[in-house]
């Protein structure tokens, strides 16, 4: 990395602590944030929901770096009508969530999608698990998962930077802190 890119993580490093919050934690919280599901129904106001909005806006910012394959994108196709099959079925919200699994699972294995659970080091002392939603939700963009990590970070900073408190960057922020200190409205 060039020292631009040790400046942002030194930054994105120093918000999380001004939050309370550990830099690594939140990066790993916000990989598992990201699956094909919350990206297309997330509710609103949930971790999830802004970790799919700051996706959403770094797909419209970055070209994809793999191309098309026509028989991914067939698999897709397939896989997203079951999905959405599912989430029209009159269904518990139990029973949805494990066949929104089964789907994910078996569209992860049948588009062979490598790198669960294998660690990226994006910088010393900052790395993350890669989460099976994370992967094939970046298959299905076409997009690296360390670019998207990085542009979150890039986004945490430049949220701050801005006095943006409604960016979803630091919006995902506060759900971490949320989650770890049981805040509650007055």
């Known amino acids: 990395m060039n020292s631009f890119d040790a400046e942002i993580i030194e930054a994105y490093t120093a918000v999380c602590r001004g939050y309370q919050l550990k830099g690594p934690s939140v990066l790993q919280a916000f990989a598992e ?23 959403s806006a770094f797909v419209q910012r970055y070209s994809p770096v793999f191309p098309l394959d026509p028989v991914k994108r067939m698999r ?3 896989h997203l009508r079951g999905i959405v099959k599912v989430n029209r079925s009159a269904r518990s919200e139990e029973e949805k969530e494990r066949a929104y699994q089964q789907i ?19 910088h010393d002392g900052l790395s993350v698990t890669l989460p099976k939603g994370l992967l094939l939700l970046c ?15 890039e986004e945490v900073v430049l949220e701050v ?26």
Request: net charge negative; charged share 10%.
């Open 33 to 55: 944030a990201l699956c094909v599901m919350d990206f297309l129904a997330a509710n609103d106001g949930t971790a999830a929901h802004s970790a799919s909005q700051v996706f």
């Open 104 to 122: 994910c699972n078996h569209w992860f294995n049948v588009n062979d999608v490598q790198g669960a659970g294998r660690i990226i080091w994006l």
């Open 161 to 186: 930077e801005q006095a943006a408190t409604n960016g979803p960057a630091l919006q995902f922020l506060l759900h971490c802190v949320i989650q770890l200190y049981d805040v509650k409205n007055n």
């Open 139 to 153: 298959d299905l963009f076409r997009c690296c998962p360390g670019d998207l990590l990085h542009y979150f970070i």
């Open 76 to 78: 897709g196709i397939i």
